[in-house]
């Protein structure tokens, strides 16, 4: 017999968008500007510190939370610079955000619960919801209100089945970094009608023109109902040493022990002396990173805001430009699927990340070098003013 589970639905399965399409194009001069990697190579300190750990013999089972050292060091920052003040109890090492929140989606959604997305949303979030046997509801903010969370746009999908709201701040796509007024709003819509918070901060170190980043647990009320989920992946440029770290209220920590422990047992325990090495590092380090980004969208904008029927506002963080096309009276999708082919240039359909995003493309501008975003905005240039 081959019957999937139920679980598993087409949306479930969705998850990849323009890079699963280009992945089977061979033979193509492609620029790959639609997946959110990191262009960097890991720093030097974090590896031989990795590289350390593993000649010490630090290879066998540690603590299911994560070693003690590091949350020691994540307890630290985050009251430092999130302002959340926890126990070490309280504190899990992840295999990178993705898996904080799906540890977190499988503890609290039960079949029939609601989980309210803010759209544009993080696909990848809806096939956890699903997988939870959770239903998606969204919620469209304005694009022409620059994206702002609005209580008054959130309140109306909230019901009786309503378990969650989930969170990206800084924003993946829209690089919004919202305001503490706008948390605030959120927030007290969820202390009203009682309802968790699922914040993913991945993005929080990468923030321009003295973009402020707040931790919504961190405002009064919020941090008994609210799990927050951070990693070294985008900061860092540690994608694929899958290693994060998430933060919840103490009744909840039981819960989200059974799902990490039932599936990984925890994370590899020589990598975690690399987030060590990460988070007590010299912070220039982590600095220069952070401008490299800065110049990139620099670039990036700039030239956008040159092309016929393209606007872009300035992200405020996050390593993505949100251009709006609308003006080229082209749908993303098939305008995505042109450029792909016309320019070998791969971006991502706005509309991927729900109908609020439509009239928009999402441009990595973080996992590429300079010469080869310079060779990308010449393509994107000469078919935007072929277009005009």
């Not at 619960?113 to 949303?121: K, M």
Request: proline residues 5%; negative net charge; aromatic residues 6%.
């Amino acid at each position: 017999m081959k019957h999937l589970a139920k679980r598993i639905t087409e949306t479930s399965k969705k998850s990849f968008g323009m890079y699963g399409r280009a992945a089977g194009i061979a033979d193509r001069d492609l620029i790959h500007m639609e997946l959110g990697r990191p262009h960097a190579d890991t720093p030097d300190h974090i590896k031989e510190a990795t590289i350390g750990a593993i000649r010490a013999g630090k290879v066998h089972y540690s603590d299911l939370r994560g070693v003690a050292a590091l949350r020691q060091a994540l307890r630290a920052k985050l009251e430092r610079q999130n302002d959340i003040a926890v126990p070490l109890e309280r504190i899990i090492v992840t295999n990178g955000l993705t898996h904080g929140s799906f540890a977190a989606i499988m503890a609290f959604v039960d079949p029939g619960d609601e989980a309210i997305l803010l759209e544009p949303y993080y696909p990848q979030h809806i096939g956890k919801i699903e997988l939870a046997g959770g239903k998606v509801v969204t919620a469209p903010l304005d694009a022409a209100n620059g994206f702002r969370i609005d209580p008054a746009l959130i309140e109306p999908k909230i019901t009786a089945r309503t378990k969650m709201i989930v969170l990206i701040n800084p924003c993946n796509p829209t690089g919004r970094v919202y305001s503490r007024e706008e948390l605030q709003g959120l927030a007290d819509l969820a202390i009203k009608h009682d309802l968790l918070v699922l914040s993913d901060e991945v993005y929080e170190d990468i923030l321009f023109d003295g973009a402020c980043h707040v931790s919504i647990a961190s405002l009064p009320g919020m941090a008994e109902r609210t799990v927050t989920m951070f990693a070294f992946t985008k900061s860092y440029a540690m994608d694929g040493w899958r290693i994060g770290y998430m933060t919840a209220p103490g009744w909840a920590v039981d819960a989200l022990l059974k799902i990490t422990a039932n599936d990984v047992t925890h994370v590899n325990t020589f990598i975690q002396d690399g987030a060590l090495a990460a988070v007590t590092g010299d912070p220039a380090v982590l600095q220069g990173l952070i401008a490299e980004d800065k110049a990139k969208r620099d670039i990036v904008v700039s030239r956008l805001n040159q092309m016929p029927g393209v606007t872009c506002a300035w992200p405020e963080g996050t390593i993505y430009a949100f251009p709006n096309i609308a003006a080229t009276g082209l749908q993303s999708q098939p305008l995505a699927e042109r450029l792909l082919e016309d320019t070998g240039v791969v971006v991502e359909a706005g509309s991927f990340y729900g109908a609020a995003g439509e009239g928009h493309l999402r441009i990595c501008f973080g996992s590429l070098s300079v010469d080869e975003i310079n060779d990308a905005l010449g393509r994107l240039q000469r078919f935007f003013s072929s277009l005009a």
